[in-house]
T-cell receptor, first 112, second 114 residues
Framework: GNSVTQMEGPVTLSEEAFLTINCTYT??????LFWYVQYPGEGLQLLLK?????DKGSNKGFEATYRKETTSFHLEKGSVQVSDSAVYFC???????????FGKGTMLLVSP | DAGVTQSPTHLIKTRGQQVTLRCSPK?????VSWYQQALGQGPQFIFQ???????QRGNFPDRFSGHQFPNYSSELNVNALLLGDSALYLC?????????????FGPGTRLLVL
C-alpha cells in the first residue's frame, strides 16, 4: 500500500537557521505530493504541493521538489522564523481520488 | 470566501454514547472527506462523500457513518463510542477534478471519550 515516512522530531533550530525536513514515500504510479502545516490547536493548512516529477512547490519561503528517482519530497526553508514553529505533515494523493495519505508529522521548534 | 467550518469545536462524551459532528465545505466545493487524528499522529482517512454518496472509505469500522446533504455539507456519526475514539476529527473539502483535487481542512472537532 501507499505510505509516507517523515523524519522524526522535534527539529529544534535557532531563528534564521536553514531547515530541511525529510519526506520519502512508497506508492505506485505518480501521486501528487503535499506539505501541510498544523499550528498548535488548529487544523491543517496547505503549505505547498507538486503534481508531477521535478515540479517544485513553493510558498512563504518554503520549497520542496518532487524527486521521482529517490521517491522524496523534502521540505526546505533558507531562514526560519519563530512563527514557523508548528507540526509539518507530508502527504500524497492520486488524481481522481483526492484522499490523502499522511506521514506522522515532524514538529519544528524555532527559538529566538 | 468562507473556508471549511466545523462544529462543535470540542465535545466530551462517555463510552457507549453516540456523537454527530458537522462540516460545511469551502464555497464552491462539492466533496467532503473526514479524517481522524489521534494525538501525536498524522490524520487517518475515514471516508469521502460526493453527490450525497460515500465515494471511498478507509479502514474504519461500521460504527463510523456519514451523510452529505444537497448543499454539500456533511455529518460524521460515531456510535458506541470507545475510549480510543478520542481524537481530533478533521473535515476537508475539495472540488472533483479541480485544482488537482487539493483538499482544504477545517479547524477540527476535538472529541474526548471518558
Amino acid at each position: 500500500g501507499n505510505s509516507v515516512t517523515q523524519m522524526e522530531g522535534p527539529v529544534t533550530l535557532s531563528e534564521e537557521a536553514f531547515l530541511t525536513i525529510n519526506c520519502t514515500y512508497t506508492a505506485t504510479g505518480y501521486p501528487s505530493l503535499f506539505w501541510y502545516v498544523q499550528y498548535p490547536g488548529e487544523g491543517l493548512q496547505l503549505l505547498l504541493k507538486a503534481t508531477k516529477a521535478d515540479d517544485k512547490g513553493s510558498n512563504k519561503g518554503f520549497e520542496a521538489t518532487y524527486r521521482k528517482e529517490t521517491t522524496s519530497f523534502h521540505l526546505e526553508k533558507g531562514s526560519v522564523q519563530v512563527s514557523d514553529s508548528a507540526v509539518y505533515f507530508c502527504a500524497l494523493s492520486y488524481s481522481g481520488y483526492s484522499t490523502l495519505t499522511f506521514g506522522k508529522g515532524t514538529m519544528l521548534l524555532v527559538s529566538p | 470566501d468562507a473556508g471549511v467550518t466545523q462544529s462543535p469545536t470540542h465535545l466530551i462524551k462517555t463510552r457507549g454514547q453516540q456523537v454527530t459532528l458537522r462540516c460545511s465545505p469551502k464555497s464552491g466545493h462539492d466533496t467532503v472527506s473526514w479524517y481522524q487524528q489521534a494525538l501525536g499522529q498524522g490524520p487517518q482517512f475515514i471516508f469521502q462523500y460526493y453527490e450525497e454518496e460515500e465515494r471511498q472509505r478507509g479502514n474504519f469500522p461500521d460504527r463510523f457513518s456519514g451523510h452529505q446533504f444537497p448543499n454539500y455539507s456533511s455529518e460524521l456519526n460515531v456510535n458506541a463510542l470507545l475510549l480510543g475514539d478520542s481524537a481530533l476529527y478533521l473535515c476537508a473539502s475539495s472540488l472533483i477534478q479541480g485544482e488537482g483535487e487539493t483538499q482544504y481542512f477545517g479547524p477540527g472537532t476535538r472529541l474526548l471519550v471518558l
